[in-house]
């Protein structure tokens, strides 16, 4: 079956412009996570939904950066005014059941993001 | 919060050896420890995982074990093959809903 896509699977963005990253997880998945990978690194947490509920945004750099999921299925991670430091990949990664669980997560192919 | 450290960084095999990959966390809270290899320009792929019931678990050629009291667990690859080459991470979970700390990653290279 059709696992999680995302789209741009490449960016690149001017210091200063507006990018908005997109997720398509896996159909009937409760849970949807974003994280973000810089080079040579793990990934690191940003935020996370269940359903169209943003119950955690701990993660998130900066108030430029900006998560939405508003009918429980395709997410957009937006991020304002991108820095040279926001250069990553950020990944998306959906799981079926929310709540208190440690389901499997699967990830999608992330999207690279480049700001010069 | 959690942190999750893994060595080595990188390991280089043979074809046909095995490999140990090693990690520690820091939340004794953590129940979840699951273990993803990344390919070149995809996403991190599940390969195994291990809650905190058990001490143990395989598939075919991979192994995790999980050593609650010293926190630490440990990713074992047998009989190893070229297509094993990526990178590894390990990662632990206390969740509440399931929210993953990763480690810093190994690249393993199995030469043929």
């Known amino acids: 079956g059709a696992g999680v896509s995302q789209s741009p699977r490449y960016k690149v963005a001017k210091r200063g412009q507006d990018v908005a990253l997109r997720c398509d997880p896996i159909s009937g998945h409760v849970s949807l996570f974003w994280y973000q990978q810089a080079l040579g690194q793990g990934p690191e947490f940003l935020t996370y939904?269940?359903?169209?509920?943003?119950?955690?945004k701990s993660g998130l750099p900066s108030d430029r950066f900006f998560a939405e999921r508003p009918e429980g299925s395709v997410s957009t991670l937006k991020i304002q005014r991108t820095q040279q430091e926001d250069s990553a990949v950020y990944l998306c990664?959906?799981?079926?059941?929310?709540?208190?669980?440690?389901?499997?997560?699967?990830f999608g192919p992330g999207t690279r993001l480049t700001v010069l | 919060g959690e942190n999750v450290e893994q060595h080595p960084s990188t390991l280089s095999v043979q074809e046909g050896d095995s490999a140990v990959i090693k990690c520690t966390y820091s939340d004794s809270a953590s129940n979840y420890f699951p273990w993803y290899k990344q390919e070149l320009g995809k996403g991190p792929q599940l390969i195994i995982d291990i809650r905190s019931n058990v001490g143990e678990k395989k598939d075919q050629r991979i192994a995790v074990t999980l050593n609650k009291t010293a926190k630490h667990f440990s990713l074992h690859i047998t009989e190893t093959q070229p297509e094993d080459s990526a990178v590894y991470f390990c990662a632990a979970s206390k969740g509440s809903y399931g929210k993953l700390t990763f480690g810093q990653g190994t690249i393993l290279t199995v030469h043929p």
């Open positions: 939904f269940q359903n169209e509920a943003q119950l955690d």
């Open positions: 990664a959906s799981s079926l059941i929310g709540g208190p669980s440690t389901d499997t997560q699967y």
